[in-house]
């Protein structure tokens, strides 16, 4: 913002600028306003020269919202125990709040953390919601589901505790002492 003042040839053409909401507005020493958040702020000039003449102009600040949210993954599968981050495209890209909420709607089977890393728990489906903050309340979502890797990974004979582990390292079942067992396609025996 710039002051006028007159006459021309006044000895003392300082003012001292001021905001009436600095949570709304700001104003540094040259006249110059930031935006902080929404809402409506008065900026004042005051002349320094002793005569306190000012002069206001009522600044309104308004949020560019978000208009559109995708993200980089709709469909996933995971193995047990594997993270992926889902990525999140805002637009505009000249939004004010960008921040996302993320939330899992069956935590048990996959946890999402603040930066949108998904975590796989167990095996089932869970829904990964990212849903903006600005007010907007645009909501995208990511189906997730989890399986225990294909394979395996080791079988343990500890006397009589018979395990099947996947590749993960996962316990996946408990065994009889002996016999054929069907895991998959696969056949497993027990001595």
Request: negative net charge; contains cysteine.
């Given at each position: ?7 021309e ?6 003012v ?7 949570n ?10 930031t ?19 000012s ?47 993320w ?24 829904t ?44 996946m ?19």
């Amino acid at each position: 913002m710039t002051a006028t003042l007159l006459p021309e040839n006044a000895k003392n053409k300082s003012v001292t600028w001021s905001s009436s909401d600095v949570n709304i507005a700001t104003v540094d020493n040259n006249g110059l306003v930031t935006a902080i958040k929404a809402g409506t702020a008065q900026i004042t000039a005051t002349t320094c020269d002793g005569t306190n003449l000012s002069a206001s102009c009522d600044i309104n600040v308004s949020i560019m919202p978000v208009s559109s949210l995708t993200l980089d993954q709709n469909m996933v599968e995971l193995i047990v125990e594997n993270k992926i981050t889902i990525i999140a495209d805002i637009l505009p890209t000249t939004a004010s709040i960008k921040t996302l909420e993320w939330s899992s709607d069956n935590s048990e089977v996959a946890s999402v953390d603040e930066t949108g890393t998904v975590t796989a728990l167990q095996p089932g489906t869970a829904t990964i919601s990212a849903t903006t903050t600005d007010g907007s309340n645009i909501v995208a979502y990511c189906y997730i589901t989890v399986k225990y890797g294909a394979g395996l990974n080791s079988i343990t004979d500890n006397n009589s505790d018979n395990q099947i582990f996947n590749i993960n390292g996962t316990k996946m079942y408990e065994l009889p002492k002996r016999g054929f067992y069907i895991q998959g396609k696969r056949k497993v025996f027990v001595k």
